[in-house]
Protein backbone atom coordinates (compact mmCIF):
# COMPACT_ATOMS: atom_id res chain seq x y z
CA UNK A 1 0.00 0.00 0.00
CA UNK A 2 1.10 3.41 -0.83
CA UNK A 3 -0.10 6.74 1.41
CA UNK A 4 0.29 9.86 -0.89
CA UNK A 5 0.25 13.65 0.14
CA UNK A 6 -2.29 14.68 -2.34
CA UNK A 7 -3.17 18.50 -1.05
CA UNK A 8 -4.09 20.66 1.78
CA UNK A 9 -7.58 20.63 2.80
CA UNK A 10 -8.02 24.53 2.50
CA UNK A 11 -7.59 23.00 -1.52
CA UNK A 12 -10.77 21.58 -1.84
CA UNK A 13 -14.38 23.80 -1.59
CA UNK A 14 -17.03 22.36 0.21
CA UNK A 15 -18.91 19.61 -2.14
CA UNK A 16 -16.38 20.57 -4.55
CA UNK A 17 -13.93 18.04 -5.48
CA UNK A 18 -9.92 17.73 -6.78
CA UNK A 19 -8.44 15.59 -9.05
CA UNK A 20 -5.49 13.87 -9.40
CA UNK A 21 -3.75 11.14 -11.12
CA UNK A 22 -2.14 7.76 -10.15
CA UNK A 23 -0.49 5.11 -12.54
CA UNK A 24 -3.24 5.46 -15.23
CA UNK A 25 -6.24 6.03 -12.97
CA UNK A 26 -7.54 9.67 -12.21
CA UNK A 27 -8.92 10.02 -8.45
CA UNK A 28 -11.09 12.61 -7.77
CA UNK A 29 -11.39 13.77 -3.69
CA UNK A 30 -14.59 15.44 -2.88
CA UNK A 31 -15.16 17.30 0.57
CA UNK A 32 -18.63 17.11 1.12
CA UNK A 33 -20.86 19.49 3.58
CA UNK A 34 -20.11 17.79 6.99
CA UNK A 35 -16.10 18.56 6.34
CA UNK A 36 -15.52 14.49 5.58
CA UNK A 37 -13.24 13.92 2.88
CA UNK A 38 -13.95 10.80 0.19
CA UNK A 39 -11.63 9.64 -2.57
CA UNK A 40 -13.44 7.84 -5.56
CA UNK A 41 -12.16 6.95 -8.80
CA UNK A 42 -13.02 9.50 -11.38
CA UNK A 43 -15.08 7.46 -13.78
CA UNK A 44 -18.57 6.30 -13.64
CA UNK A 45 -19.30 3.15 -14.67
CA UNK A 46 -21.76 3.58 -17.12
CA UNK A 47 -20.13 5.86 -19.78
CA UNK A 48 -17.27 6.68 -18.03
CA UNK A 49 -18.22 10.90 -17.57
CA UNK A 50 -15.67 12.86 -15.10
CA UNK A 51 -17.96 12.73 -11.30
CA UNK A 52 -15.51 15.31 -10.62
CA UNK A 53 -17.62 17.60 -12.71
CA UNK A 54 -20.63 16.46 -11.11
CA UNK A 55 -23.28 17.44 -8.47
CA UNK A 56 -22.41 16.37 -4.92
CA UNK A 57 -25.80 16.13 -2.86
CA UNK A 58 -25.49 14.51 0.84
CA UNK A 59 -23.31 11.70 0.15
CA UNK A 60 -23.52 11.02 -3.38
CA UNK A 61 -22.70 12.48 -6.51
CA UNK A 62 -24.65 12.68 -9.96
CA UNK A 63 -22.98 11.75 -13.25
CA UNK A 64 -22.81 14.80 -15.17
CA UNK A 65 -23.57 13.05 -18.68
CA UNK A 66 -26.76 10.61 -17.41
CA UNK A 67 -27.30 11.80 -13.74
CA UNK A 68 -26.54 8.31 -12.23
CA UNK A 69 -25.74 8.59 -8.56
CA UNK A 70 -23.15 7.28 -6.96
CA UNK A 71 -22.73 6.97 -2.94
CA UNK A 72 -18.97 8.37 -2.35
CA UNK A 73 -18.41 6.37 0.93
CA UNK A 74 -18.85 2.90 -0.75
CA UNK A 75 -18.86 4.07 -4.09
CA UNK A 76 -21.99 1.88 -5.18
CA UNK A 77 -24.49 2.96 -7.66
CA UNK A 78 -27.98 3.62 -6.62
CA UNK A 79 -30.86 1.34 -7.60
CA UNK A 80 -32.39 1.50 -10.07
CA UNK A 81 -29.09 1.70 -12.03
CA UNK A 82 -25.85 -0.95 -11.35
CA UNK A 83 -22.74 -1.02 -10.51
CA UNK A 84 -19.72 0.21 -8.46
CA UNK A 85 -16.08 1.76 -8.70
CA UNK A 86 -12.89 1.96 -6.66
CA UNK A 87 -12.86 3.87 -3.79
CA UNK A 88 -9.60 4.98 -1.50
CA UNK A 89 -8.82 5.75 2.42
CA UNK A 90 -8.56 9.37 3.28
CA UNK A 91 -7.09 10.81 5.80
CA UNK A 92 -6.18 14.24 7.51
CA UNK A 93 -3.53 15.32 9.19
CA UNK A 94 -4.89 17.28 11.95
CA UNK A 95 -2.31 19.71 12.97
CA UNK A 96 -0.83 20.67 8.96
CA UNK A 97 -4.41 20.09 7.18
CA UNK A 98 -2.80 17.88 4.69
CA UNK A 99 -4.74 15.06 3.00
CA UNK A 100 -3.68 11.40 2.66
CA UNK A 101 -5.21 9.08 0.56
CA UNK A 102 -3.72 5.15 0.52
CA UNK A 103 -3.68 3.09 -2.33
CA UNK A 104 -3.40 -0.49 -2.55
CA UNK A 105 -0.88 -2.16 -4.41
Known amino acids: ?6 GHLA ?9 FTVLDTEIAVF ?8 AVENRCPHK ?3 LSEGMVCGTAVHCPL ?3 K ?3 RSGKVHEPDDGCLN ?3 TEVDDHSGEIYITIAG
Open 1 to 6: MNRLRI
Open 31 to 38: KLSDGTLH
Open 48 to 50: GGR
Open 11 to 19: DIDEKGART
Open 87 to 89: TYK
Open 70 to 72: IDL
Open 66 to 68: HDW
